[in-house]
């Protein structure tokens, strides 16, 4: 069965991730279908946080792990306007990602009321690592995107 995402910051667009993990755009008329988490490409990757079988799961194009008390999540931001997402699994490192801060992009370092929930809605690392360090926000957000077999 295919997962339907929502493409990261683009509301209309939906992607599918295939049972055997492969990420495509969605083809043909939009789908009444809720989607069941977020999808996001950067640099090539396809990055996913989405609703699978009673759980969350983070992916990183065939990637894939499960979200619990054994995955951490840390997000650091350096002087030099770069970012890095970073996943533990067991405290084993399994995933970096570094890559330059959406907030230091165009006008934004110009613009007087962009805080920090302007970047959390346009950068999809930030928004993820929140959600992957908050018990409460990722049971509500399993719950949204749990769909009905």
Same mark, same amino acid.
């Given at each position: 069965?295919?997962?339907?995402?929502?493409?990261?910051?683009?509301?209309?667009?939906?992607?599918?991730?295939t049972e055997?993990?492969? #990420?495509? @755009?969605?083809?043909?008329?939009?789908?009444?279908? &809720?989607?069941?988490?977020? !999808?996001?490409?950067?640099? /090539?990757?396809?990055?996913?946080?989405?609703?699978?079988?009673?759980?969350?799961?983070?992916?990183?194009?065939?990637?894939?792990?499960?979200?619990?008390?054994?995955?951490?999540?840390?997000?650091?931001?350096?002087?030099?306007?770069?970012?890095? #997402?970073? @996943?533990?699994?067991?405290?084993?490192?399994?995933? &970096?990602?570094?890559?330059? !801060?959406?907030?230091?992009? /165009?006008?934004?370092?110009?613009?007087?009321?962009?805080?920090?929930?302007?970047?959390?809605?346009?950068d999809f690392?930030?928004?993820?690592?929140?959600?992957?360090?908050?018990?409460?926000?990722?049971?509500?957000?399993?719950?949204?995107?749990?769909?009905?077999?």
């Amino acid at each position: 069965m295919k997962t339907v995402l929502q493409h990261w910051n683009v509301s209309w667009l939906k992607v599918i991730l295939t049972e055997n993990g492969q #990420f495509s @755009l969605w083809k043909g008329l939009l789908s009444k279908s &809720r989607p069941q988490g977020q !999808a996001f490409r950067v640099d /090539g990757a396809w990055f996913a946080l989405y609703a699978k079988d009673g759980s969350l799961r983070f992916r990183k194009n065939s990637e894939e792990w499960t979200v619990s008390e054994d995955l951490q999540c840390a997000y650091e931001r350096s002087s030099d306007h770069s970012r890095c #997402f970073i @996943l533990k699994l067991q405290g084993r490192e399994v995933l &970096r990602h570094r890559y330059r !801060a959406v907030a230091s992009r /165009g006008l934004r370092q110009l613009d007087p009321t962009y805080d920090q929930t302007d970047e959390e809605l346009e950068d999809f690392f930030l928004w993820a690592a929140r959600l992957l360090n908050d018990r409460s926000w990722q049971a509500n957000m399993l719950k949204a995107w749990t769909v009905a077999p």
